[in-house]
């Protein structure tokens, strides 16, 4: 089984920065993908970053410029760095994982528990 454990989050004032984490383990063979999403009350996950095992990035609009993913390959982690925080920033951050747990078998979607963010303005 495969466990993402996402770590950071907390409450900043408008215009700070925050640092999220996302560690995964498990039977891991390859990670081909890591996603930080958000979630408002009562609404659906919405992208904000993903990073590809090559590296290649993108962002959701709302967020280019001021958010900046990465990824330690070497510890199967992914972060989240935001800047420029906004009070429209706060929401529930989750990381998702596409993940290969043999080379014999297609990438599983996996998900973190989430973590807060919250910005006041």
């Known amino acids: 089984q495969v466990q993402l454990v996402e770590s950071g989050g907390g409450s900043v004032q408008a215009g700070g920065s925050l640092g999220l984490s996302c560690a995964a383990s498990?039977?891991?063979?390859?990670?081909?993908?890591m996603a930080w999403y958000r979630q408002y009350p009562g609404k659906q996950r919405d992208l904000v970053a993903r990073i590809t095992i090559g590296g290649s990035t993108n962002y959701a609009d709302s967020v280019k410029g001021r958010f900046t993913i990465s990824s330690d390959n070497a510890k199967n982690t992914v972060y989240l760095q935001m800047t420029s925080l906004k009070p429209e920033d706060t929401a529930v951050y989750y990381c998702r994982g596409e993940v290969e747990v043999s080379k014999w078998l297609a990438g599983t979607t996996y998900w973190g528990q989430g973590t807060q963010v919250t910005v006041s303005s």
């Open positions: 498990g039977s891991i063979f390859r990670i081909n993908t």
